[in-house]
């Protein structure tokens, strides 16, 4: 089975800096595009930063300067480094990966696939 795992999270003094990385397993036959989404408390999820299978990023205005994310294809990994985090970057941070993948009835398809989340708490 398609697995995608967040490593990275934990703890941060406002300021300081964290980097997320995200591993996907299993039986791959293509990466579209790949990002990351954030969610806090009460809040909807929201796109924190995507990129393209060529390389193309998009970020959120409220992390943009601060955030910057990369992709190995050749390690099916996508990572997100977090720099000048601030309190309100709190939340659980979610890896996203358009896949392509063999169903059971033996036919390949594009889907979503996402993570368990990884928390990051920005806080004195």
């Known amino acids: 089975q398609v697995q995608l795992v967040e490593s990275g999270g934990g703890l941060v003094q406002p300021g300081g800096s964290l980097r997320l990385s995200c591993a996907v397993s299993g039986s791959i036959f293509g990466i579209n595009a790949m990002g990351w989404y954030r969610q806090a408390p009460g809040k909807q999820r929201e796109l924190v930063a995507t990129?393209?299978?060529?390389?193309?990023?998009n970020y959120a205005d409220s992390v943009k300067g601060r955030f910057t994310i990369s992709r190995d294809n050749a390690k099916h990994t996508v990572a997100l480094q977090m720099n000048s985090l601030k309190p309100e970057d709190t939340a659980v941070y979610y890896c996203?990966?358009?896949?392509?993948?063999?169903?059971?009835?033996?036919?390949?398809?594009?889907?979503?696939?996402w993570g368990q989340g990884t928390q990051v708490t920005v806080s004195s």
């Open positions: 990129i393209s299978s060529g390389g193309s990023t």
């Open positions: 996203n990966a358009n896949l392509l993948t063999r169903r059971k009835t033996g036919v390949t398809s594009w889907s979503d696939y």
